[in-house]
């Protein structure tokens, strides 16, 4: 792929177990400015969005017990959990993934919960990163 | 602690057991330009420092057995390993963070490969997050 000096990280995904204490230790004890708190209805979490200067911390915590959050929280505990770039034409980047050899969890964008297409790389193919991929509308 | 503005992310650490193979993928398949690569004897590491618009990937190779970094790698394999925010003033830091009873991993600022003060934080008071806090010099 042709190096993307706009390839941006827009956030780091953390899994909670509780986003009420989560957010007490990012925000008034690391003074890490909340930004928004949502309900995630189809991805079946509630998540938390700080500010850094230069990017986001999103802090998730799952709301039903057969969400890939859960199952994740279940097996290795609150912890670091995915990282998500930003680029500039999805559909372009699918395509280019596909042609690397990438395994993509979608193949077709998902609609993120501001109304973004997204999509997610494995991690077995990443080393053992999971990748979210989003364009911004 | 006050609502810090400037808390910067300055990387995401990865865990990788071949340096090469993974610079292959983030560089040449993913088109994340490669800054630099370099050994770091104190901590029995190498890294490669990928640049994105916004922040860095540090992807890090132990180079022996018994460093944390060959620890977490034998116990939870490839993956995300840390994330690092870049302060103002490390030393002020250090005391507000024992003032919220943070579990410090180092008391007093390390010197990093660029000559910067640094500290980690143990997952274990951040969520399962271990975090860097460091100090441009």
């Known amino acids: 792929m042709r190096k993307n000096s706009k390839m941006k ?8 177990k ?4 989560a957010i007490e230790t990012y925000s008034r004890k690391l003074g890490i400015a909340l930004q928004s708190r949502q309900r995630v209805e189809p991805e079946g979490v509630e998540i938390a969005v700080m500010s850094l200067d ?4 999103e802090l998730v915590q799952p709301l039903q017990d057969n969400s890939g959050v859960a199952k994740f929280l279940e097996k290795r505990g609150e912890g670091l959990h995915h990282i998500c770039l930003e680029v500039e034409n ?7 993934l596909q042609a ?12 993120g919960y501001k109304g973004n297409k997204a999509i997610f790389v494995h991690p077995s ?9 989003y364009e911004k509308i």
Not at 54 to 57: A, E, K, Q, S, V
């Open 9 to 16: 990280l827009d956030h780091i995904a953390i899994v909670v």
């Open 18 to 21: 509780d986003l009420g204490e």
């Open 54 to 57: 230069n990017t986001h911390i």
């Open 90 to 96: 999805i559909e372009l980047l699918i395509k280019a």
């Open 100 to 111: 690397s050899g990438f395994k993509l969890i979608d193949t077709k964008p998902r609609t």
């Open 125 to 133: 193919s990443t080393h053992g990163v999971l990748i979210e991929f």
